[in-house]
């Protein structure tokens, strides 16, 4: 069964410019979360989506946004990139949140933004 | 407010020795609580999980976790350590009616010696 696929693996970026960020969950899974994970600020949660309503978002700016298509992929979009957005870029699925069913992580973004 | 404490940045142990790596956290209600391990340049692998029932839970590659309520602790704990378990773990945690976001601590990073 595949796992939870993020493209693309590495990305590096210019201040100003925006990103657009793709996750493609387990199949079946309906709930997708993203994550930032940074040296200084470690994990933190940024969005989950759920039959593609958000249903829940972290502390980030809103240059920070994200979607949840039909087939459960979804994308996530920082405009106007900082220095301080450089970071690796999880994303994970679960069946159905929830009710305490794990998450599975992909192997993230690294984006770096110069 | 819920929050993760992994008190050591780092432990070390001598291979073939047991390792512990700790976990206290602070919840409403009743905890969800999960140990991810993360490889260099790779996402979070799922490694166990307590949502309910027996306090001593058993996972991936021969790691348990022991849910202690009255002292708010789950730590991580393996009978024989292996080199290749060094890598950086991470406890997280949510409540059962949470906002289906995971909270994490900072990590601690496990360095096998041969």
């Known amino acids: 069964k595949a796992g939870v696929t993020q493209t693309p693996r590495y990305l590096i970026k210019t201040r100003g410019q925006q990103v657009t960020l793709s996750c493609s969950p387990i199949s079946g899974h309906r709930s997708v979360s993203w994550y930032q994970q940074t040296p200084g600020q470690g994990l933190q949660f940024l969005f989950e989506y759920f039959s593609e309503t958000q249903r829940n978002k972290g502390n980030f700016p809103g240059r920070f946004s994200g979607r949840q298509f039909s087939n459960s992929r979804s994308e996530m979009n920082v405009s106007t990139l900082e220095l301080g957005d450089s970071a690796l870029y999880l994303c994970?699925?679960?069946?159905?949140?929830?009710?305490?069913?794990?998450?599975?992580f992909g192997s993230g973004t690294r984006l770096t933004v110069v | 407010a819920q929050s993760v404490a992994q008190p050591e940045d780092q432990v070390n142990v001598a291979e073939g020795n047991p390792l512990t790596v700790k976990c206290t956290y602070s919840?409403?209600?009743?905890?969800?609580l999960f140990w991810y391990v993360q490889y260099p340049n790779r996402g979070l692998q799922f490694l166990l999980k307590?949502?309910?029932?027996?306090?001593l839970v058993k996972g991936s590659y021969g790691f348990e976790a022991e849910f202690n309520k009255s002292q708010t602790s789950f730590h991580l704990k393996k009978p024989s350590a292996l080199v290749s378990d060094s890598a950086l773990y991470f406890c997280a945690v949510r409540n059962e009616d949470s906002s289906y976001k995971l909270i994490f601590g900072s990590g601690t990073r496990l360095l096998v010696r041969p």
């Open positions: 994970a699925s679960s069946l159905e949140a929830q009710r305490g069913y794990g998450y599975t």
């Open positions: 307590y949502i309910t029932g027996d306090n």
């Open positions: 919840v409403s209600g009743n905890p969800y």
